[in-house]
Nanobody, 127 residues
Framework: QVQLVESGGGLVQPGGSLRLSCVVS????????IAWFRQAPGKEREGVAC????????HYEPSTKGRFTITRDKGKRTASLQMNSLEPEDTAVYFC????????????????????WGQGTQVTVSE
């Protein structure tokens, strides 16, 4: 059974930091890319960053490049998202998702193409 479990969300002031984690079970992760998405109220789900789990290649969407860092820990079967300099516009439910891809360049693809999703973790950036 495949499971993706996110954690690390919470309430933080503007300019603060949070670290999200996504623990994956039930998959041979070397054959997958793990992506982080977010969805704010009333908006479509959007990609944030992704990582090719085997070769550690990374991709960032323009809205978060330079502030967010995606990493992975093979031993812990975890992909993490370090979020710095958070802004109120970053408020959203954050999801991790997996897509089967041979090891190589990390590429964000259409939301509908991802195989498995976590339940999401709320991030709120407010005074």
């Amino acid at each position: 059974q495949v499971q993706l479990v996110e954690s690390g969300g919470g309430l933080v002031q503007p300019g603060g930091s949070l670290r999200l984690s996504c623990v994956v079970s039930g998959l041979r992760l070397d054959d997958y890319t793990i992506a982080w998405f977010r969805q704010a109220p009333g908006k479509e789900r959007e990609g944030v960053a992704c990582i090719s789990f085997d070769v550690d290649d990374k991709h960032y969407e323009p809205s978060t490049k330079g502030r967010f860092t995606i990493t992975r820990d093979k031993g812990k079967r975890t992909a993490s998202l370090q979020m710095n300099s958070l802004e109120p516009e970053d408020t959203a439910v954050y999801f991790c998702a997996t897509i089967y891809r041979p090891p190589g360049e990390a590429v964000m693809v259409e939301t509908s193409d991802y195989d498995y999703w976590g339940q999401g973790t709320q991030v709120t950036v407010s005074e």
